[in-house]
């Protein structure tokens, strides 16, 4: 009983962890017209995209390696470690004056975060069975949804006082609850066994590569989280751009109004279709693919509305169609793995799909940079939408699970 209740508050711990984590890396993108007063360099749409990109593709090369560490060290330390560095990060990037500062800053954020999630996602894997997965972990990612929110209040704070302050602030604040974490967080023990650290550590270095890429459905989930990727870093880094171009308001406004309607429905994303995957794969195993698919399914025509709505009913209806969608597919992507991979080896799979992820999600923050400088964002967002529906067709054919928690004999 106490163990039960112990995971519940890893979920809780976490969810702060993953507010900073998003919180930290968001709000650069509604602070670029209060940053480009003082770095001329990020007047260029093409070069703010290129700062986004960095901290992408950093991520995203990290993440395998992440995930791998994670599997064989203590996890705990692993997220302590992560949180205290990318918070100094943002605080130093409040004294940064130049766009190289920013730039190399803005990588090295990409480094600590990306050790976060794949931990962070496995404990609480780890912590929770298949009756309770896709609720913890989509209680988790409202953390990453609210962090989404407040980062989005980054060029409102900026303009009551100063960009600079508010990378002082964000940072601080996480330096702090990094040390809180110390305390209150512990590592999962595996019964009959010494614990999970002793047992990562025996494992051969790349021996849960070698597994996954042998595993035909690990590929499917591959594809299928790396394309939805797509739309979902676009909104993450252009959305609030797209509000203030489409809507004609002023950044400002367009960045709370963007970030807090896609975190709003995300968050009821998340909890609607937890609670229906726990309940559906006791009935049906196939239940938390059907619940993402029903998401994913919601964010295609969302993608089209948003690229060519210019009203705000019909953009702001549209973003909480797709944040609730996404927040869906989001909350099932761990517990959909979780049918196919052993525990043993789950950071190692998520750290790489982690990385598909990010890499498409530079590509496409990359690709949006051009599209914002050419006046073509809005047809470039609804053609996501295309992609989308390909991916779904493939989720639904060829992902066939045969276990509810799956672990090797």
Sequence with gaps: MRENRYAWVVVALLWFVALLNYMDRQMLSTMKPAMQMDIAELKSATNFGYLMAIFLWIYGLMSPISGIIADKLNRKWLIVGSLMVWSLVTFLMGYATTFNQIYWLRALMGVSEALYIPAGLSLIADYHSSKTRSVAIGIHMTGLYMGQALGGFGATIASKFSWQATFHSFGFVGIVYSLILMFFLREKKHVGLQGAESIRIKQPLFKGLALLFSNISFWVILIYFAVPSLPGWATKNWLPTLFANNLGIDMAQAGPISTITIAASSFLGVIFGGILS?????????????????????????????????????????????GFGYGMFDANNMPILCQFVSSKYRATAYGVMNMTGVFAGAFITDLLGKSTDSGSLGKDFAMLSIIVFIALMIQLYFLRPKFNDFEDA
């Design 278 to 322: 726990d309940r559906w794969v006791q009935k049906n195993i196939k239940g938390r693919i059907y619940t993402s698919a029903i998401g994913l399914a919601l964010t295609i025509p969302s993608l089209l509305l948003i690229g060519f709505g210019h009203s705000l009913f019909n953009i702001v209806g549209a973003a909480f169609c797709f």
